[in-house]
C-alpha cells in the first residue's frame, strides 16, 4: 500500500480513501497532536500522557487519547507509533506505516517530525533518526545555523555565575520549554531559581514525570488570561511559605528568575521592580541568532538557545533518515528544501496545500510554497 501525503488545511497522510492528521488546526476523525505548544495543541487527539498532563496544567483540558512514547498502535487504519522528537517534554514524532513496523523491512512509510530538535537538551533527550520512504520535516530555522547549543549554554552558566556575585538575574524565555531547560541549567551552577507561577505550573508536570527541577514560586499576579495569585512548590507540590509572599517584594539575596517573554515589556510589574533593585536581564531564544532583542526588550544579555534544530542540523537528521522524498513544513520551507536538494541529492519541496477531490483522492494545488506553514505564535518555544 502507497501512502501519500498532502495539505488539506492540515497535513495529511492517506491511502486514498483514510486520511490521518497531524497537527490539525481543527477536529478531524483521526488525529495525532506532536507536542503542547498552543500553536499545535489541540484536545481530544493522539498524544504522549506528557502532553496531556501540559495541556490539562495550561488550558485545564485533559481529553486525549493516550499512547506511550515507542508503543505502536492501530489508529486511523494505519500503524502509528510516537518517537521522542527532542523539543520538549512529550513532544513526539510521528512514524506512520501501512504494515505492523514489524513488517517493514525497517523503513516507515512517513515520518512526521512535528517540532524538532537533533540536539535534545537538558530536559529532553535527542531523538533517534527513523528510515523512512517520506519524510515530513519541520522548518522553523531553514534558512539559519546557529552557534553551537552546548557552547552556548556553558557561555550562559558563565555569564550567570559572573553577574550573582553582584545581583540577581532576569531570564526571558518560552514558557513552556526554554524556561526548563534555564532552570536545569541554573540547578546545574547551584544558582537559587524562582519563577513565575504560570512556569512553575509546566515545570511541576516535567517533575512529575521524573526530570529533576528545583526552583521556587514567586506569589505574583500574571496577567495571561487565566491566571490569578497562585504558588506550586517545584520541589513536589506541597504549598510552601516564603518572605518575598506579599505583592511584588524580591526575595533576599542574589538569585535566578526566569518569566515568560511578555513580561519583560511590562512599564511595572516584577521585571521592573527587580530592574531598579539592579537586576541583569537576558532573553534566551533561537531567534538571539538571527536578531538583537537588547533595545526591544531592553535586555542587558542573549543567548542564542532554541528547542528546534537549525538548517545544518536538520540536513544531517534527513540524511540518516534516508527518505527517498522530504516535504519541508511550518517555517523557512524553500530554503530547507533547497539545501537538502543540493547537499544531500534527495528530492526535497515544500509541502503544497491541494484540494480533496471524490473519495479522499487528491485534486488540484491550491497552493504551494509555504504549505504546512503555521508558526507565527508566541509560544511555539523557539
Known sequence: MTLEVIHDGAICITDGTRRLHMDPRRRTEHYVISHGHSDHLLKGGLMTPQ???IMKARTDEDEAQVVRLGEEIAFGGFHVTLLNSGHVLGSAMVRVCSRPWAEMDGRADVLYTGDLNPEGGLTTPPPEPVPTDTLIVEATFGHVDLPNRGEVMKDMQA???SELERSSIVFSAYEFGKAQEIIAAMNSIGAPVYTTPGIGKVSQVYI???IPLKYSVLDIHETKKGRGKGKWDGNGGAPVMEPHDAGHGIPEGPHVLVVPNRMMHEVQGIVHSYRKKGARTAHVSGWCGVFSFRRSLGVDAQFPISDHGDAEAMVAFTKACSPRKVLTVFGENDALAKRITEE???EASPLAEVKL???????????GKKGGGRKGTTDDGR
Do not use: E, F
Not at 471524490?358 to 494545488?365: D, F
Open 51 to 53: 502532553t496531556r498532563d
Open 159 to 161: 555569564w550567570a555565575r
Open 357 to 367: 477531490g471524490r473519495g479522499g483522492r487528491p485534486g488540484r494545488t491550491v497552493g
Open 344 to 346: 544531500l541529492g534527495i
Open 208 to 210: 512529575d514525570h521524573g
